[in-house]
């Protein structure tokens, strides 16, 4: 029986010893009321009230506890679809020659900004030129001779009055006339033709944009109007478009943004974050079957060609607003086992978890559609620290501390007496 009592007093001690070094396992005295008697009994009196106290009791028990919070408003809840973009030339054109010839001159370098009908090539002229001369000067010999034809005709019709000369003479001078009167017509649409060829042998910007690379195109180079390769391609890069997808669920939202001239915002992922906005100017009339996307278009303006085709971007476009949405920062909403959960303070101090209804994040903002109502508290901060029914006391979020005053500057700025 002493042997017995002996070890009894033995596992009470260790016991004691396990609760008191792992403060978790403490918790179980809460659930065993006469383990915590013994308990109680076998430590000293100042330490018996710190030991027996769970970290629950504690945030009850010793004081509020300090969060954060926030007041619930009504805002505008910017609905917003993002996706991946690429930046598009809104038109490109390969320059080409449109008659053969020999390269001249080139009037520009590789990367410039060229205006529409701004002079790119010339190639070499010399023979058109001969061919102009030489088709003006028949025009002008066959002028004279009609004017000869017909005065020969004016003559021969006194005569034919006369019945001086015979009605077939009379015939062959009017057959004369209208012959090179036909002549002189053919060699004036052919001087047309050649000066038109004269204008192609002068190359032009068929629109306003840069230019690519011309490395072998060079001055003394014979160029063919059947050559395949472009002498240069030229992007036009102002407006500029940004093509991206969307899944097909989102299309009905898309199309209302489309009617109502909705805007979106183009970043450039990079150190320095670049943002361009532009107006959505394209949907396309079909949705992608292997990928279940609609393609769809940003117009930017780009004048300052922060944009450049090829480039990846992200788009947001801002498809429509809705009012008189309930508005919280982000932080206050939280996941739970019955969905999305906000801890609101009431009137007395004590906080209550509230089951919400969350529409979307935008940004660092929660927009919800119900669960709370305008001007109630909630806590933004300090969520792991309380439970149901906790009490709070609300404090200030930590802002940047200004500088030190130090004691010299204490006296310095204390009044005199």
Do not use: C
């Amino acid at each position: 029986m002493k042997r017995l009592l002996i070890w009894t007093l033995m596992l009470l001690a260790g016991g004691t010893a396990v609760l008191w070094s792992f403060p978790a396992a403490r918790t179980v005295l809460d659930v065993f009321p006469p383990l915590r008697s013994a308990f109680d009994a076998a430590l000293p009196a100042p330490q018996r009230d710190t030991a027996t106290t769970s970290p629950a009791k504690k945030g009850k028990g010793g004081g509020p506890v300090p969060v954060t919070a926030a007041t619930v408003t009504l805002a505008e809840m910017p609905v917003i679809l993002s996706a991946p973009g690429t930046v598009e030339a809104q038109a490109t054109v390969g320059v080409k020659a449109r008659v053969d010839g020999q390269i001249a001159e080139v009037l520009f370098k590789e990367g410039d900004l060229v205006k529409k009908d701004q002079v790119l090539f010339k190639l070499d002229d010399r023979l058109i030129q001969a061919q102009i001369k030489q088709a003006e000067a028949n025009i002008t010999k066959d002028k004279a001779t009609l004017a000869d034809a017909e005065g020969i005709l004016e003559r021969r019709e006194v005569l034919i009055q006369k019945k001086i000369t015979s009605e077939a003479s009379l015939d062959t001078a009017k057959a004369q006339v209208a012959a090179l009167k036909a002549t002189i017509a053919a060699g004036q649409a052919g001087l047309d033709a050649q000066r038109t060829q004269l204008d192609y042998l002068t190359i032009r910007a068929p629109i306003t944009g840069r230019t690519g690379g011309i490395s072998a195109v060079n001055p003394g180079m014979n160029v063919r109007a059947a050559d395949t390769a472009t002498l240069v391609l030229i992007n036009q890069i102002s407006p500029i478009l940004v093509t991206f997808s969307m899944p097909q669920a989102e299309l009905p939202a898309l199309r209302r943004a489309l009617a109502s001239g909705a805007s979106g915002d183009v970043a450039i992922p990079g150190p320095h974050r670049t943002v361009r906005t532009g107006m959505l100017a394209f949907i396309d009339n079909q949705v992608d079957k292997q990928t279940g996307t609609v393609a769809a278009r940003l117009m930017v303006p780009n004048e300052d060609e922060a944009l450049w085709p090829g480039q990846a971007v992200e788009v947001a476009l801002k498809v429509e607003v809705k009012k008189d949405m309930l508005s919280v920062p982000a932080s206050a909403v939280l996941p739970a086992q019955q969905g999305m959960i906000v801890w609101v303070i009431g009137p007395d101090n004590r906080v209550t978890a509230k089951p919400v209804k969350l529409e979307r994040f935008v940004e660092q903002t929660a927009y919800l559609s119900g669960g709370l109502a305008p001007g109630e508290k909630v806590v933004t901060d300090g969520q792991v620290r309380i439970g149901a029914g906790t009490m709070v006391t609300v404090r200030e979020p930590a802002g940047p501390k200004g500088p030190a005053t130090s004691k010299s500057d204490e006296k310095r700025n204390r009044p005199r007496s």
